[in-house]
């Protein structure tokens, strides 16, 4: 059975300092993986999307690489800002169960002004 | 981008009544969508795969008789709660994916917060 986890669980950070949130899978075998940040109370926002053949993604300050082999992902936030403070996801889609995500635990993330 | 939305974004019941939470994809069709329960501090479990004009396929531990999905058309898939208990208070969130999508990504609705009193 997949397993995802994300460590750290929370992190705290001052204003422009680079965020690495990692995320980790036991299966190798998966479809894509995705990143999602989630403020309080709301729903989820994408942020990347990484097809299990590549290797990073990237969308203004945010990077997120991929290393199917080794099961790890990690989302890199450069320059963080207070608004980037909320919870961010991961979620794997395994090849045999079509379009079921996995989602880890998420990384509770505060940037402090 | 897809977007879906959900309604109601929060409800408030008694105990035993059944609260049913609409799944939208306002832009796009969608002929699977998928129904997630978080509990506080807690990551998203997936509870069913909902399809359009068949059955849904419940994950392992998830009453079927207790949470009913329709999927009536290809834009809306309904979740029943049915005779709610406080055990069942959770934020509610769907997603679905484009039926055209060669990606398969999911776009999520804004969640449904439900207190059973």
């Known amino acids: 059975k997949q397993e995802v986890t994300q460590i750290p669980a929370a992190l705290s950070v001052p204003e422009g300092e680079n965020l690495v949130l990692n995320c980790s899978f036991t299966d190798s075998a998966i479809y894509n993986l995705q990143w999602f940040r989630q403020d309080p109370g709301k729903g989820l926002t994408s942020l990347l999307l990484?097809?299990?053949?590549?290797r990073e993604q990237t969308s203004g300050r945010l990077n997120a690489s991929l290393d199917k082999s080794s099961g790890r992902s990690t989302l890199y936030i450069a320059a963080s800002q207070p608004g980037d403070s909320a919870t961010y996801l991961c979620a794997v889609r395994p090849t045999d169960s079509w379009g079921k995500f996995q989602f880890g635990a998420g990384t509770q993330v505060v940037v402090t002004p | 981008g897809a977007v879906v939305s959900q309604h109601p974004s929060w409800v408030i019941c008694k105990s035993g009544t059944s609260v049913k939470i609409e799944c939208r994809s306002l832009?796009?069709?969608?002929?699977?969508m998928f129904w997630y329960r978080q509990f506080p501090k807690q990551s998203l479990m997936l509870m069913a795969t909902s399809n359009e004009g068949s059955k849904a396929t419940y994950e392992q531990g998830v009453e079927k008789d207790k949470f009913l999905i329709n999927h009536a058309s290809l834009t809306l898939s309904t979740l029943t709660v049915t005779s709610a208990h406080p055990e069942d208070s959770s934020f509610y969130i769907c997603?679905?994916?484009?039926?055209?999508?060669?990606?398969?990504?999911?776009?999520f609705g804004p969640g449904t917060r439900l207190t059973v009193l």
């Open positions: 997603s679905a994916s484009p039926a055209l999508s060669s990606y398969n990504e999911q776009f």
């Open positions: 990484i097809q299990s053949s590549q």
């Open positions: 832009d796009f069709q969608a002929t699977t």
